[in-house]
């Protein structure tokens, strides 16, 4: 029978308990120093970590699932200017008020956790500051914005359809457009949507679970999510 290192040998010999008293019952006998108590306050501690690595990982699979949902959100280009006399609409500016009121939307939306993959714009003045402001304020890439004409005061129905034709790998997908054309599709999308109107800089946030692509999502209802508005 092999011996026993000399740690444990010396360490219970201290304890009063010979060599070979504690090969003879070495299966039962426990370190003096660790009693009941401190056994199961280590099982109680082991038990917590285990619990919270399981909220971790329900955690982590949530946010990957979120990430793969498809979302659409719906934009109105903020608070404008009036046009000048011999203005075209095509040129008109946000004010002042505009621009503070996105920068100031695009903290509510990381607040949100809110990304996009890609942003359909209208080419206006007023639409493509408001779409430059809140994803630069969101830290993305000024690259994901894609400028859409036949977005510039577009029905509901064109706006559908260049939403049917964006890039299906774009699972997280921003229009910024004009009204009246924007709040009537939003209506138009889901019989859960409770605006009328979109105020200025208003976006409001649609979900397709079980679109695969843009062109699926059209033939869906989606789920109505939330609007916010600066």
């Known amino acids: 029978m092999s011996q ?133 304020g969101m830290g993305l890439k000024h690259e994901i914005i894609e400028f859409e004409t036949r977005l510039v005061n577009a029905s509901p129905d064109q706006i559908f359809f260049c939403i049917m034709e964006a890039n299906p790998e774009a699972n997280h997908l921003l229009v910024v457009a004009h009204n009246p054309g924007i709040s009537n599709l939003a209506g138009m999308l889901s019989t859960q949507t409770p605006i009328l109107s979109f105020q200025p800089g208003g976006i409001a946030a649609f979900q397709y679970p079980e679109a695969r692509s843009w062109m699926e999502a059209a033939q869906q209802e989606p789920e109505f999510l939330w609007y916010v508005q600066p």
């Open 4 to 136: 026993p290192s000399p740690k444990y040998v010396i360490h219970f010999q201290r304890s009063g308990i010979g060599e070979k008293s504690w090969l003879k019952n070495k299966k039962t006998c426990s370190f003096p120093h660790i009693n009941k108590a401190t056994i199961q306050m280590e099982n109680q501690t082991i038990k917590k970590i285990e619990t919270l690595f399981l909220c971790i990982e329900a955690n982590v699979v949530t946010f990957v699932q979120n990430l793969n949902l498809r979302t659409l959100y719906l934009m109105r280009h903020g608070h404008a200017l009036s046009a000048e006399i011999g203005q075209a609409d095509y040129a008109r500016k946000l004010s002042e008020r505009g621009e503070a009121d996105i920068a100031h939307e695009a903290q509510i939306l990381l607040n949100k956790s809110i990304s996009f993959d890609l942003v359909l714009c209208s080419p206006t003045e007023r639409t493509q500051k408001t779409a430059g402001i809140l994803v630069q």
